[in-house]
């Protein structure tokens, strides 16, 4: 990493936090302008983090799955109509392009990412599951959901090449658990569970930023440079 990318990742990752502090006040304060610009900072600081610190493959797809969240982040305030699904596309546009920008560097052959891969499609399973069964509201939204899910455990899957993506991935699949059962009526939509859904969320841009120039730094699974590392 170079001495200016060394200077801007601390900055850009302040910068995420200050726009968690800032989301969280405006939901604690039910303001949800500041909520909003809050929400869409983290993903801006995400989105930097991955530009500065990565190049080539995966700048390209890691920059443009932080711009689906990103998307994401703003479907709801700017849709006029379908709010939700919009959100939903944009949300699983993102997760797709980050599995691309995770996939070169997966170890498929390791018992490590078998293992994770049977432990989040059984979660999906048994999550969807509850969740079929306790939703009120929003059952347009479910198949959409189940859709999203099967990128989403995808996406933990990839990123599970370092131990920052391995947990980015988990909160990722957390918070988005969170706000599924929240649209869907499961659970309260109470401060504290969007507080939740929020906090989860900007931890695991956080760590897929940082867990994606890290790669930028190891030679590719399987490749030559991989073995010799490894020897």
Known sequence: MSSSQRSWTPLLAGMLLLGVVINQIGIWMSQGILSAVGQAGIS???????????????????????????AGDLAPKLASS??????????????LLLVVAFWPHVEWGRSQTLGLGIALVAY????????????????????????????????????ASTRRGM???????????????????????????????????????????????????????????AALAES
């Open 44 to 70: 801006l600081a995400a989105l930097g983090l991955v530009l500065v610190t990565t190049q080539g493959h995966l700048r390209l797809w890691g920059g443009l799955g932080m711009l689906g969240c990103l």
């Open 82 to 95: 379908h709010p939700a699904q919009a959100m939903i596309v944009a949300f699983a546009i993102g997760q």
């Open 124 to 159: 999906a399973l048994v999550f969807l599951t509850w969740l079929s069964t306790r939703s009120t509201n929003g059952a347009e939204l479910f198949g959409p959901m189940v859709a999203y899910a099967v990128l989403l455990v995808l996406m933990g899957l990839t990123a």
């Open 167 to 225: 947990l980015g991935g988990l909160l990722f699949v957390l918070s988005d658990s969170l706000l599924a059962a929240r649209l869907l009526g499961a659970i309260s939509s109470n401060l504290l569970n969007a507080s939740m859904v929020m906090l989860t969320y900007a931890a695991a841009l956080l760590l897929l930023a940082l867990a994606l120039g890290k790669l930028a730094r190891r030679p590719l699974a399987g490749s030559r440079g």
